[in-house]
């Protein structure tokens, strides 16, 4: 293999300038040419193509979002555009494809590989909701950002003595508030994985005022219900004046961790590996503290878990 592209796509991640660096450098140092393709499948179906090089990812392990941007593609969506974006690829002598991304560029990876073209899959998305490995590319950088945020908020909200619901992101995956609402020590947790009972919050902003506790931070992972009549209601409810921050692509930004640069690092440079064996439909994962890599079908068709100790643990400690 003589010639490979790069791409991001979906919503970006800290991390993803990580992974970039290391595929251009891996497939350089192994006599390789790589182009990189901006705006994720947006930018395939327009020909927006560059010749990389070792100085086009310098500088970049520690910033957040993506160099070569990212996009969604409806048109990429259907067979006729992926057939236009394979060709697209072809055109160029491009042979072998990395993707970047969630779920959805997943799809499109694996379409693309249907059509000969060898593409393996890097997790990137801040949401964790990729079932077939335990974290990917930008999860932990947004646990800092909302951890960071959820600390800010307990402050001002115990001067005031106030309540406040923090919606967070996730698309239909509760790890992001789960995961940052148990390191940032909030109150009550609520997620699409469980059934949530506004009674049971309560009573518990109820017990806490007794024992002296001034604020009660709630941490909602979006799509799970509105945060405004949800504080409304615990505010008729309790007494307890309850606020709303939704923290918004706020989530999305920022320097990525050294967890998130290790992750696109290793992951970036095993793909072209990957590649060089002339392997294809492949998704890298990271699972028990290893590289692993499974079927790109696999990768879409299985479950995120959702941690239920984790879940408990966080209820358990905020009594
Ligand atoms: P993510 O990759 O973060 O899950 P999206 O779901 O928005 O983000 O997907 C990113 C892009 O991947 C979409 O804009 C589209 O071009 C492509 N894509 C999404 N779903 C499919 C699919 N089922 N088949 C082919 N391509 C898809
Ligand atoms: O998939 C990442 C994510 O940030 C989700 O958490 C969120 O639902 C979505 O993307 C937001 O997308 P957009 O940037 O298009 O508003």
């Known amino acids: 293999m003589n010639t490979i592209g790069i791409l ?27 182009k990189g393709i901006r705006n994720g499948y947006d930018g395939l179906m327009h020909g927006d193509i560059y010749e990389m090089n ?19 593609s409806l048109e990429f969506k259907d067979r006729e555009g992926q057939e236009r974006g394979a060709q697209i690829l072809k055109d160029y002598g491009i042979e072998g494809l990395i993707v970047i991304g969630g779920d959805g560029s997943f799809k499109g990876a ?13 997790p990137g998305t801040i ?4 079932g077939y490995t335990d974290y990917t590319i930008g999860f932990f950088t947004a646990i800092e950002t909302v951890s960071d945020a959820i600390g800010k908020l307990r402050d001002t909200s115990s001067s005031h003595g106030r309540a406040v619901v923090i919606e967070v992101m996730g698309r239909h995956c509760g790890d992001l508030a789960l995961y940052s609402g148990l390191a940032g020590g909030g109150e009550s947790i609520i997620v699409p994985e469980h059934e949530f009972s506004l009674d049971d919050i309560v009573e518990k902003m109820e017990h806490g005022r007794k024992r002296g506790k001034l604020h009660h931070l709630i941490t909602l992972a979006e799509g ?43 992951m ?3 793909a072209v590996e990957l590649l060089l064996e002339e392997q294809t439909n492949l998704a890298i994962g990271f699972v028990d503290g ?30």
């Open 290 to 319: 290893k590289l692993i890599e499974v079927s790109i079908d696999e990768a879409v068709s299985k479950k995120s878990q959702f941690s239920e100790n984790l879940y408990a643990l966080a209820n358990n400690l905020s009594k």
């Open 127 to 130: 949401d964790n909701d990729m």
């Open 8 to 34: 991001t796509s979906g919503g970006d991640a800290p991390g993803m300038n990580s992974a970039i660096r290391a595929a251009v450098r891996t497939a350089l140092n192994n006599g390789m040419r790589i």
């Open 110 to 122: 694996k379409a693309l590989s249907d059509l000969g073209i060898k593409t393996i899959g890097i």
């Open 224 to 266: 799970v219900g509105d945060p405004y009549s949800i504080a409304t209601e615990l505010e008729e409810r309790t007494g307890i004046e309850t606020k709303v921050t939704v923290l918004g692509h706020v989530q999305r930004g920022g320097s990525p961790s050294a967890v998130d640069r290790l992750l696109g690092s290793t």
């Open 268 to 270: 970036g440079a095993r």
């Open 54 to 72: 070792v100085s086009s990812v310098a500088d970049i392990i520690h910033k957040g979002g993506t160099i070569l941007g990212t996009a969604r």
